[in-house]
């Protein structure tokens, strides 16, 4: 740095120009000292960056700045997870559910009579198909509290027994309706008029049918006064319930027999092939109680060895057939 040259002021007062000089001379200094140092300080106090050194091009272009390395952030490995094992629990040794014992129930088969004394059937009761159990055998096919026929008997050539005369909405065979007709006729020329309160009855509709006796009067009676399912005449198509014309139901009577159409059938029926099933005092032969309304026709050359011998109807078919 050039010194500073003072020249003195004129007048009295040199010395206020070397007061002043001395001062000009300390402020210079502070500022060059000042100067000297503000290189080596940065922007915000601290020390400032070195460049780094560059060897000048040849050519004259900037060199690039070196591009720097960017170390990737390691992508962070997840801690696995661990699943525990399940604990297997070993199955139970499956118990089989037992199952219920099937009671075997051997196909009704007809046999010889099961007790000594047979055919006296009152109070036994058995399922033992009849040995006559085709439609054709419909005049010798053995029905008691012991013989039945099949749950699928069913006759298809019913027809209603309006047909013959009567009130209808009853199913009877159609080969019955001839001698029905005439029996009927006969009854009404005798002034004991007829009338039917039931006919053929399938096997279902007699289940139907012993249930409301066993609601009526309790089972044991019922067993007295009505077949159990396949053990009923009217299954068969050929077997009528009759009462008189205009009358009551025949079991409301202390005795239809006694009255004009009852006594009527009872001296008449067998001549046009109908007989009665369940006499009067017969329980130990037939295993049911006196019907004088209930009557099974089997033809009037059959119906007319019935009434001959005295016996049964079911006395008669077992002996016979």
């Not at 009526?216 to 319930?241: F, K, N």
């Not at 202390?254 to 004009?260: H, L, S, V």
């Amino acid at each position: 740095m050039t010194g500073i040259i003072v020249r003195p002021a004129p007048g009295p007062t040199l010395l206020n120009a070397i007061a002043y000089a001395a001062m000009a001379v300390i402020t210079l200094v502070s500022w060059n000292l000042l100067l000297d140092l503000t290189p080596s300080l940065g922007r915000d106090g601290g020390p400032a960056p070195i460049a780094p050194s560059a060897t000048p091009d040849p050519t004259g272009a900037q060199s690039p700045r070196p591009t720097p390395t960017v170390t990737p952030t390691p992508t962070p490995t997840a801690t696995p997870v661990v699943t525990p094992s399940p604990v297997v629990t070993p199955s139970p040794t499956p118990v089989p559910t037992p199952l219920p014992t099937p009671i075997v129930t051997p196909a009704p088969t007809p046999t010889s009579p099961p007790m000594a004394g047979y055919p006296l059937p009152g109070g036994i009761y058995l399922d033992i198909l009849t040995a006559h159990r085709g439609y054709g055998d419909w005049a010798i096919s053995l029905l008691d509290t012991v013989y039945m026929l099949p749950s699928g008997y069913y006759p298809g050539d019913l027809v209603d027994t309006g047909t013959a005369g009567l009130n209808g909405g009853y199913p009877i065979r159609a080969f019955v309706v001839p001698d029905l007709r005439a029996m009927v006729d006969a009854a009404r020329a005798a002034g004991a008029p007829l009338a039917v309160v039931s006919a053929f009855r399938s096997h279902d509709q007699q289940v139907g049918t012993f249930n409301h006796w066993v609601s009526v009067a309790g089972y044991q009676q019922a067993l007295r006064t009505s077949a159990r399912p396949g053990h009923s005449e009217h299954q068969l198509g050929t077997t009528l319930d009759f009462t008189s014309a205009g009358g009551a139901a025949p079991w409301e009577y202390t005795d239809w027999a006694t009255t004009p159409a009852g006594a009527w059938m009872r001296a008449n029926a067998w001549r046009y092939g109908f007989v009665m099933s369940y006499p009067a005092g017969s329980y130990a032969q037939t295993g049911y109680d006196y019907e004088p309304w209930h009557y099974r026709y089997v033809g009037r050359e059959l119906a007319a060895a019935i009434a001959a011998s005295g016996l049964t109807p079911r006395e008669f078919l077992w002996m016979s057939f």
